[in-house]
């Protein structure tokens, strides 16, 4: 059994930036896929960003060319670099690992608030 603890998460103005960690309990080389998702009040949880082993990067349209997604598997942890942010990104963000291709997901994270105010 994996944990994976969000760290990072904050009240922050319109515009600003924060960094995600994503930090694993265990190794997490054997996860082929690690993943943000984000469920903002009143809306369905939503895949943010997403990275295979192999490198290759996924990113909802929102939030392209703001936000990107890293791995470390060294330190067994996986970033969320957030750039210039805007209200609409206020949500909790969950951290996600799979073995396969990261679309049904094996362990999840509890999540860390992100506020993003005006």
């Known amino acids: 059994q994996v944990q994976l603890v969000e760290r990072g998460g904050g009240l922050v103005q319109a515009g600003g930036s924060l960094r995600l960690s994503c930090v694993a309990s265990?190794?997490?080389?054997?996860?082929?896929?690690m993943g943000w998702y984000r469920r903002a009040p009143g809306k369905q949880r939503e895949l943010v960003a997403r990275i295979l082993s192999a490198g290759r990067t996924d990113y909802a349209d929102s939030v392209k060319g703001r936000f990107t997604i890293s791995r470390d598997n060294a330190k067994n942890t996986v970033y969320l670099q957030m750039n210039s942010l805007k209200p609409e990104d206020t949500a909790v963000y969950y951290c996600a690992a799979d073995r396969g291709a990261g679309v049904v997901w094996d362990y999840w994270g509890q999540g860390t608030q992100v506020t993003v105010s005006s």
């Open positions: 265990g190794s997490i080389v054997s996860f082929n896929a």
